[in-house]
């Protein structure tokens, strides 16, 4: 099975007070992806980067609505996930989204409307993923692992830095689910991608005042959504894993310490964590 987590993203450049619709950073596609209409596609989260206080809003002919469908106030520099993680929209191959913001009128300020989806069946791509029970049956060892990243000033993925830039502690050929992590500084989003994540981006919301939410970012979508959503990265991918920054015109640098934890091998016998009752897989 294709399961995979993705990363949209929008970008406005002083919108105002008009809800404006946003522009698909590089890569990226309002139009979700094409897969069998009998599997699952699912909205599992969002949120805006703004200059200022303004509205996102996110609709189509098959959401509720195509007039207003998803509208929700937007603080600034606060990227708060928008909409509740349970029940998650669901979503329906090559159905065009339509992403809009407004907010700062400044010229050249730039504000970011983020979208988290999640494919229970993508045809071509293979992400790693685990459950909540998965992680408590294979979990190990935590550790943190920092990546320090300086984005661009023109909006959209920038910065990519490699998951051993900054520190390389990670053990040999060895498996890690990734919870969350926590910020230096508040930017849009995080994102990390690679060969274990099908090398579609899984993203973070930049909030370096809420610890709390983003140190476990995919444990918490993992346990409301009731879906497999915590990545699994493996050490000998590590070069070639990178995390990026979505930032405003700013251009600020960050650092950003992921909340990894070591897996036992999928069938062998672990240390149980707690709530788990059997060991190993």
Request: hydrophobic share 40%; glycine share 12%; charged share 15%.
């Amino acid at each position: 099975m294709g399961q995979a987590i993705d990363t949209v993203v929008g970008t406005v450049t002083a919108p105002g007070a008009a809800i404006t619709a946003t522009v698909a950073a590089t890569g990226d596609s309002f139009a979700v992806r094409n897969t069998d209409p009998g599997k699952g596609i699912w909205l599992l989260s969002a949120w805006a980067s703004n200059n200022v206080a303004g509205v996102l809003r996110i609709r189509s002919p098959r959401l509720h609505d195509n007039v207003q469908g998803i509208r929700t106030q937007v603080l600034a520099a606060t990227p708060l996930p928008a909409i509740s993680h349970f029940p998650v929209q669901r979503l329906y191959p090559q159905d065009v989204l339509t992403v809009e913001l407004s907010g700062s009128a400044v010229g050249g300020q730039i504000e970011s409307a983020i979208l988290s989806l999640y494919y229970e069946d993508l045809p071509g791509v293979a992400a790693r993923l685990m459950s909540v029970d998965d992680l408590q049956r294979r979990g190990v060892n935590v550790l943190t692992v920092e990546v320090d990243i300086t984005p661009g000033v023109g909006g959209g993925y920038t910065g990519a830095g490699a998951l051993n830039k900054t520190v390389d502690v990670l053990k040999a050929n060895t498996d890690y689910a990734l919870l969350g992590g926590t910020l230096s500084g508040t930017v849009g989003a995080v994102t990390i991608k690679g060969a274990d994540s099908g090398n579609l981006r899984q993203a973070i919301p930049g909030l370096s005042t809420h610890p709390q939410l983003t140190r476990d970012w995919f444990f918490r979508l993992a346990t409301f959504s009731r879906l497999p959503l915590i990545p699994i990265y493996n050490s000998a991918n590590k070069a070639g894993t990178t995390i990026e920054g979505v930032q405003t015109q700013a251009g600020t640098a960050f650092n950003v310490s992921l909340n990894l934890v070591e897996l036992a091998p999928a069938g062998a016998g672990a240390t149980l964590m707690p709530g788990s009752t059997t060991p190993g897989r």
